[in-house]
């Protein structure tokens, strides 16, 4: 089969590798129907992580082929969602909602390809009830990353009825939290966005108003909007230091922060937060612990966070896809085998 293969910064490659299969009983291989591109693969792909070649990817949605002997939840032919990590859903860490950390879970080996293996396939994949129209993949793919991603951010940032909130970020997965907080009943959210593209999607998405100003600059911003008071939740999506201080200091005193972007070269003011009395919680999302509820949310037309996909391309475009996504010309690429 074909997978897309990292080779060092900036090398993205489509090279023939061995078909996956059956490992162990509990495993599936899945036929990818669509993939996509996350901005956490561009930390790879800019060079801020140090790598040797590997395959990537952990985004997608596709049809069982096959299944193991011990699986019983989905069988040959159900159409599935993969939440990006693997999980036997089983575990003391999965039974508290925190598959992303389970015990015996982990990553898979590239999924911007043909096919991909799924260990503990009864505790990772969900299959829809059927087949789903064509125009409801892109949404589907969003429950494999950035929709409960998006989702995490807000629940860990005590999102709720009345709630304001800000979101720092105004990629896939900060454009979702802003629904996702409308979703949970904000009253106000603040999208922190440059970019009229994304303003756009922001405010289609719920967002009451829009700051441009970074640092202290967009700190001020959000600080007038609330009434010099602050937010009440803000949502973290980037993952950068500037973006955490930005974050922190958008909170009103008391308020939380929840942050989902991969940390690269944050370090938390503990004395300031100690001082206002912010709180910080989020990471890596439990996507399968809230994957069927979003799923449901999107099949019965309620939301459609699929739009956040502005660019679909052939897997064969992948390396153009990944340029397009780093030059900023595109929000989210979708991939097609």
């Known amino acids: ?60 949605v596709g049809v069982v082929e096959e299944v193991g002997s011990q699986v019983a939840t989905v069988g040959a032919g159900d159409f599935v969602v993969a939440p990006f990590l693997y999980s036997d859903n089983a575990c003391d860490n ?26 503990y396939a009864d505790g990772t ?45 105004d990629g896939a997965v900060g454009l979702c ?45 959000v600080h007038e909007l609330t009434g010099g008071t602050g937010a009440d939740s803000v949502l973290e999506c980037v993952g950068t230091g500037p973006a955490m201080l930005q974050a922190l200091g958008a909170a009103r005193a008391g308020g939380s922060v929840g942050f989902v972007g991969v940390p690269h070269g944050v370090e938390l003011p503990i004395r300031q937060m100690f001082r206002r009395n912010v709180g910080v919680k989020g990471g890596t999302a439990p996507v399968r612990s809230y994957l069927p509820e979003l799923m449901q949310s999107v099949l019965s037309g309620d939301i459609d966070p699929g739009v956040v996909f502005d660019c679909e391309l052939a897997l064969d475009e992948v390396a153009e896809g990944y340029a397009t996504m780093d030059e900023r010309r595109a929000i989210k690429v979708l991939l097609r085998p």
């Open 177 to 221: 939290a802003v629904l996702a907080a409308r979703m949970m009943g904000a009253e106000q959210v603040i999208a922190m966005s440059r970019h009229a593209d994304r303003q756009e999607l922001a405010r289609r998405f719920g967002a009451t108003d829009i700051v441009e100003a970074r640092g202290d600059e967009g700190v001020a911003a």
């Open 1 to 60: 089969m074909r997978a897309t293969v990292i080779q060092a910064p900036g090398d993205i490659r489509l090279e023939d590798v061995p078909d996956p299969k059956i490992e162990e009983p509990t495993d599936a291989v899945v036929r990818v129907v669509a993939s996509c591109i996350c901005g956490s693969d561009l930390w790879s792909y800019r060079g801020e992580n140090q790598f040797d070649p590997y395959r990537i990817g952990h985004e997608f």
């Open 125 to 169: 994949l969900v299959a829809t009830p059927e087949r789903p129209d064509a125009g409801l993949l892109p949404s589907l793919l969003t429950l494999s990353d950035v929709m409960p991603t998006g989702w995490h951010a807000a629940r860990s940032a005590n999102v709720g009825p009345g709630s304001r909130v800000a979101v720092v970020g």
């Open 94 to 119: 999965c039974r508290n909602g925190v598959q992303s950390a389970c015990r015996n879970g982990g990553g898979y080996e590239g999924c911007q390809a043909e096919y991909v293996r799924v260990p």
